[in-house]
């Protein structure tokens, strides 16, 4: 059982907005930053977003982060068939002394 | 650009030790005072982090798997390395090297990642 939690899977169709939230407690994302990574079909994890909100070099700007209280939620905008993958949030937990991830999410672009 | 590439054994007893090694390439371990992180997905399942290490040396392990983890780093080399002992077929997985940020909680890039599969 995940940390994080996250819903199991999401969809949209192309074109469109979709969001994934992630919710935590106040030893992680309450007092953490969050990061949200992508991973394609028989990849390796690729980082989105860093420091809630930050996206590295090459990130397009359809991918924005945001975090409320205990929360955090990944939205993607303008939805493309190639964004379909597994999603995760990840946070530092000051309790456990550990980087912490939710479950994950996939995504289906319908 | 940073570049990370894991190595080793795809196949450990149970109870034996697994050991994997991480080359950097495309610049310093010692630079922009980053950590370096190990993480492993079993098939199918979600992402835990193993732990990571400072150029320093300095490190942190994951809690539940603390009493059997070693990350260490060789400088002169720029690659890192993980073991992980006594282990069981609950260890199987895809195991990553990544560089991270320490506490800021954020890995990025991470290496192709490998296959460990504990079996007799």
């Known amino acids: 059982q995940s940390v994080l939690t996250q819903p199991p899977s999401v969809s949209a169709a192309p074109g469109q907005k979709v969001t994934i939230s992630c919710s935590g407690s106040?030893?992680?994302?309450?007092?953490?930053?969050v990061s949200w990574y992508q991973q394609l079909p028989g990849t390796a994890p690729k980082l989105l977003i860093y420091?809630?909100?930050k996206r590295p070099s090459g990130i397009p700007d359809r991918f924005s982060g945001s975090k409320s209280d205990t929360s955090a939620t990944l939205v993607i905008t303008g939805l493309q068939t190639g964004d379909e993958a597994d999603y995760f949030c990840?946070?530092?937990?000051?309790?456990?002394?550990?980087?912490?991830f939710g479950g994950g999410t996939k995504l289906t672009v319908l | 650009q940073l570049q990370l590439q894991e190595s080793g054994s795809g196949l450990v007893k149970p109870s034996q030790t697994l050991s994997l090694t991480c080359a950097v390439s495309?610049?310093?371990?010692?630079?922009?005072?980053?950590?370096w992180s190990w993480i492993r997905q079993p098939p199918g399942k979600g992402l835990e982090w193993i732990g990571y290490m400072y150029h320093s040396g300095s490190t942190s392990y994951n809690p539940s798997l603390k009493s059997r983890v070693t990350i260490s780093v060789d400088r002169s080399k720029n690659q890192f390395s993980l073991k992980l002992s006594s282990v069981t077929a609950a260890d199987t997985a895809v195991y990553y090297c990544?560089?991270?940020?320490?506490?800021?909680?954020?890995?990025?890039?991470w290496g192709q990642g490998t296959l460990v599969t504990v079996s007799s």
């Open positions: 495309g610049d310093s371990m010692n630079t922009g005072g980053y950590s």
């Open positions: 990840g946070s530092w937990d000051s309790s456990l002394s550990a980087v912490v």
């Open positions: 106040s030893s992680n994302i309450g007092n953490n930053y």
């Open positions: 990544a560089r991270s940020s320490g506490s800021y909680g954020w890995i990025g890039p």
């Open positions: 420091e809630n909100y």
